[in-house]
């Protein structure tokens, strides 16, 4: 089963750009994951997925600024021009057969 | 709109029941894997159930033997039947859709759509 490891928590400027990373275990290398955004309070909402060669699919009315990439294990999230709202906890996800992982989320924090 | 709509949290005594429903609209439960994902207080999403488009379930290992996930399609809605609950099954539940992402010899799932949670409090 994959265990997707991301960092607890980061930070940026108002207006800046931001990369969240999301890790993949050994052997797993190859998956495809998604990224959800929790604003404070509310539920999850799904954002992109992003496969290994780096392509990503948004969801429906995901801002321009909201980005997918990967590389290697690696698959990140990245937020130009951040806003007020962007302040929220990211989580990736992932599946096996017969089950879904996330990762422990990611606080980002607009300064 | 495609849309899901949680009902049937509230307080419950450890070792009770509760039976919690997710209506959607905008789309059908038989076509979709669903899912039930929770989040306790302070804490990161944790997968619980799913059902399959054939009726197969999967529940997480903490939860077998205890939860159901089923459906019932005349009303295109999701039910999660938790028994023996615990103090740590306190969480928010949130109904989910997957969606599937396939190619040459595989496939993926993860979810696209959210529903807005039910919140469920073991407690004595």
């Known amino acids: 089963q994959p265990v997707l490891t991301q960092s607890s928590s980061a930070s940026a400027s108002l207006g800046s750009s931001v990369k969240l990373t999301c890790t993949l275990s050994?052997?797993?290398?190859?998956?495809?994951i998604a990224w959800h955004q929790q604003q404070p309070g509310k539920a999850p909402r799904y954002l992109m997925r992003v496969g290994n060669g780096g392509g990503y699919t948004k969801g429906s009315g995901v801002p321009d600024r909201f980005s997918g990439s990967s590389s290697g294990a690696d698959r990140y999230l990245t937020i130009s021009n951040l806003q007020s709202e962007d302040e929220a906890d990211y989580y990736c996800e992932t599946w096996d057969t017969n089950t879904r992982v996330f990762g422990g989320g990611a606080k980002l924090t607009v300064l | 709109e495609v849309q899901l709509v949680e009902s049937g949290g509230g307080l419950i005594q450890p070792g009770g029941s509760l039976r919690l429903s997710c209506v959607a609209s905008g789309f059908t439960v038989s076509g979709n894997y669903m899912s039930w994902v929770r989040q306790a207080p302070g804490k990161g999403l944790e997968w619980v159930s799913v059902i399959y488009s054939d009726d197969t379930t999967y529940h997480t290992d903490s939860v077998k033997g205890r939860f159901t996930i089923s459906r019932d399609n005349s009303k295109n809605t999701l039910y999660l039947q938790m028994n023996s609950l615990r103090a740590e099954d306190t969480a928010v539940y949130f109904c989910?859709?997957?969606?599937?992402?396939?190619?040459?010899?595989?496939?993926?799932?993860?979810?696209?759509?959210w529903g807005k949670g039910t919140s469920v409090t073991v407690s004595s």
């Open positions: 050994s052997g797993h290398s190859t998956y495809i």
């Open positions: 989910a859709r997957d969606r599937e992402v396939a190619g040459p010899g595989w496939y993926y799932y993860y979810v696209d759509v």
